[in-house]
């Protein structure tokens, strides 16, 4: 067979300059090895002491109570006194409605009030004055019983004296017909006496166990005055909270009715940040360690810091619109995020405000592990949000209802 396919020999002039070239990349190419298990070597030491104690996402937003603001009454907007970005403060009226039908409307349940109140005063005045007839009535009754006695006498006297003729037979029956008479009469007084003291029974039956300002048609009708001045109190909307202005839509001149939207009020130092941490970072998370936070609002250069608050009732897809299918044939495992609530500190919120919806880095320090699961949050509930805005239209309606009151018992009226 031939040998013409065989590699050609390497010159003599050539072998010495591969050998030369491969000594001199030998060295190069350990250095280079040496160097990458050098590095990670230390990326592994830096990993086993540092980088395996946190938990870090860029998904994760500032959130905020939406407190929408919306009529409990209905009217037509007369002022609209805010507007998006303003500030406002814990009370401070953002929507006016005409107050002319709620003003009417407490003047007759107020006249109302009085009218009730001077008609329960008569109940109570009814029951002397029906005593009193009674007193009559009983005295009528003990009259006619002494004149029966007296006719009874009479009869008794003439019959001896009608054996002997000294009386006649027509004065026995004159005698007779008095004492049916004042029978009659007896009967019709008792009668009388009776009716007085039902009378008496049922106006007692509307006035025991009372007072005049404790009545139940009084109570009715204060009840109908507290309504219709809390009605005309809601004609002016105040802040529940305080906070900033968005989303406004009402109008002036617009006709509302009770429950429409009109704008929402954000407090802004109540913000958290929802952080979507993938399920596998979640094995290490527990309730109060500490997170570091930055914004893109500010960059990296300002960080809040704050702690773990709670866990998500579910993922992201399963509160979805439409919510994943998985029962399919063609199924393919995706790796879910679960909202982590985390609080951010008050001062630093004060100094470097943020606003719904705004990107935040998170990076939660998981090396301490002496808090609780983060599946107890619901076991330890934060207190609730409340506000006491409304509070003093009820307590104004309870003073002018006092105050009518008293007027028409004749009280002096405290303010």
Do not use: C
């Not at 040998?3 to 020999?9: G, I, K, R």
């Not at 000594?23 to 040496?34: F, M, V």
């Not at 407490?106 to 029906?130: I, P, S």
């Amino acid at each position: 067979m031939s040998n013409d396919s065989a590699p050609p020999a390497p010159s003599p002039e050539v072998a010495p300059a591969v050998v030369a070239a491969t000594s001199r990349r030998r060295p190069a190419l350990l250095a280079l090895t040496a160097a990458v298990l050098l590095a990670a070597g230390a990326y592994g030491v830096w990993w086993a002491l540092f980088e395996r104690h946190y938990e870090s996402t860029d998904n994760a937003y500032v959130q905020a109570p939406l407190v929408q603001i919306t009529p409990q009454v209905g009217g037509t907007v007369l002022a609209v006194l805010v507007d998006d970005t303003d500030l406002v403060k814990a009370g401070q009226p953002l929507v006016r409605l005409d107050p002319a039908d709620a003003r009417l409307s407490l003047e007759r349940a107020e006249a109302q009030l009085a009218q009730t109140v001077r008609e329960v005063r008569t109940l109570y005045t009814n029951n002397a004055a029906l005593q009193a007839a009674i007193r009559v009535r009983e005295a009528d009754v003990s009259r006619v019983q002494a004149d029966l006695a007296r006719a009874q006498d009479d009869v008794k006297r003439r019959l001896p004296l009608m054996a002997s003729g000294a009386v006649g037979g027509e004065e026995m029956k004159h005698a007779e017909s008095a004492v049916a008479a004042v029978r009659g009469s007896l009967a019709s007084a008792q009668s009388a006496l009776a009716a007085a003291q039902e009378q008496a029974a049922s106006n007692r039956a509307l006035t025991e166990g009372t007072t005049v300002e404790k009545h139940p048609k009084v109570e009715r009708a204060a009840a109908a005055v507290r309504e219709a001045f809390l009605a005309l109190q809601r004609t002016e909307l105040p802040a529940p909270v305080s906070g900033q202005v968005a989303r406004r839509t009402v109008q002036v001149g617009q006709r509302l009715a009770p429950g429409m939207p009109l704008m929402s009020v954000i407090p802004l130092d109540q913000v958290w940040v929802e952080a979507n941490f993938k399920e596998v970072q979640l094995r290490s998370m527990r309730i109060g360690q500490p997170v570091t936070l930055y914004a893109d609002l500010y960059g990296s250069k300002v960080q809040y810091k704050g702690h773990v608050a709670g866990l998500g009732a579910g993922t992201g897809a399963a509160f979805a619109l439409l919510p994943a299918q998985n029962a399919t044939g063609n199924w393919i495992k995706v790796v879910q995020r679960v909202p982590v609530r985390l609080e951010l500190d008050a001062k630093e919120l004060a100094a470097h405000p943020l606003r719904v919806g705004l990107s935040m880095v998170a990076t939660v320090d998981v090396a301490e592990q002496q808090g609780a699961a983060l599946t107890a949050a619901a076991i330890a509930p934060r207190s609730s949000s409340s506000t006491d805005v409304f509070k003093a239209g009820s307590a104004a309606a309870d003073q002018r209802v006092r105050q009518i009151i008293n007027a028409q018992l004749g009280k002096a009226v405290r303010g």
